[in-house]
């Protein structure tokens, strides 16, 4: 008789080296989130015009979703801890699939807002959840690559899926797209209730299992250092989000870009997404804590000099680009640096992703505010300029506090 159904799982991965197809599964889940997520970006201005709401109003698609993330994150990985994980994946792909209808199906802007939020509640708890339920599906020396495979999906959506999107909203109307993405969610969950084990997600056996006591999970909130880490990091996004969220506007109002380039100009900024995360990645396992200063430090540079040169089309191209490398050039080491010091304290993991939720929220609100001011479509790069820059310093308190007893500490990190 076998007790442990997680078991099972594990020495089934261990037999095979190709690719599950449950773990493919999340990744269609983790694009199709990915994708409802930025999608709006590019959408912004058709919808504000059928809704006929102002600039900064729209906005709110972006802020409601990011604030949603921000408490389904917490509140949602909290409330279904004991739950078999499995079951817990279907429910929150239901909850995005059901969110996305109701965006592609709203007759006022309060029921799209609606949508919105329902389907942000999945996205922290799918990401913090999946993650669990991929390494599962594999082999334990394939743990990170299955990992990898399943945030491929929220890549790929930065790179291809946000333009198709756009794309897909100009030729045949905003509504298109998100009929698009709610197919994709209903994909996503006939995928993952086919293929994904009802064991899976369980800690092997051979592997300690992380906290999970609420008092335990709590007590990793006493570090100093965890707070400064997720406030340098919704601090980082805010300051990427007050730029991203108005994109379409500064292309097209100041650049003189046609609404039909939005598409490709929102696929160089994602191309510019991976490579920061691969080249952040590498750079902050030889020195995180630098890693990090320099990162945000760039993107602060990068959003004043897109400010100043908005006009030029070839700066914009490159300046957009540059702006996706510096923002993601961050994220492997913040998510590292938290873990790391909350003693891998899952409710750290989701706070994470709340905080850098929070930040898309706080960007967009300041973003919408300076253009109602009046300030103009460029006003956007420059207030997240200010909200990077705000970042930077935080993370030079962080790792000034952590030099002389972190850096032993975050060698034997790495060397583990």
Known sequence: MISDPGSVVHRRASGSR??????????VGGFGIGLTEFLIAGLLPQVA?????????????????????????????????RLPRKRVLVGLVVLF??????????????V???GRIVAALCHGSFFGIGSLVARGLVAPDRKSRAVAV???????????????????????????????????GVLALAGIAAYVPSGAGNTPPAEPAPPTGLRDQVGAFRSGQVWLTLA?????????????????YTFTEVGGFSSTDVAWLLMVYGVGLVVGNLLGGRAADRDRDRTLVLALTGLTVTLTLFGLLAASATASVLLVFLMGVFAFAAVPGMITRVTDYAQGAVLA?????????????????AGGLAITAGLGYAAPLYVGA??????????????????PAGREEQGAVVRR
């Open 232 to 248: 340098a990091t919704a601090l980082g996004y805010g300051g990427m989000f007050g730029a991203f969220s108005y994109l379409a």
């Open 18 to 27: 190709r690719t599950p197809a449950g773990l493919l599964a999340l990744a």
């Open 49 to 81: 015009s059928e809704f006929r709401v102002s600039e900064a109003a729209a906005g709110w698609l972006i802020s409601g979703y990011a604030l949603s993330v921000a408490v389904g994150a917490i509140v949602l990985t909290a409330a279904t801890a």
């Open 150 to 184: 399943m945030f491929a999906g929220l890549t790929v959506a930065n790179v291809l899926g946000v333009p198709f999107g756009a794309l897909v909203g100009e030729r045949w109307g905003w509504r298109a797209a998100f009929w698009a993405v709610t197919a994709i």
């Open 349 to 365: 993991a989701g706070a994470n992703v709340s905080a850098s939720n929070l930040g898309n929220a706080l960007g967009a609100w």
């Open 112 to 114: 799209m807002l609606l």
């Open 386 to 403: 200010a909200i990077a820059l705000t970042s930077v310093a935080v993370m030079a308190v962080a790792a000034r506090r952590a030099r």
């Open 97 to 110: 699939v059901v969110g996305n209808l109701l965006s592609a199906v709203a007759p006022s802007y309060r």
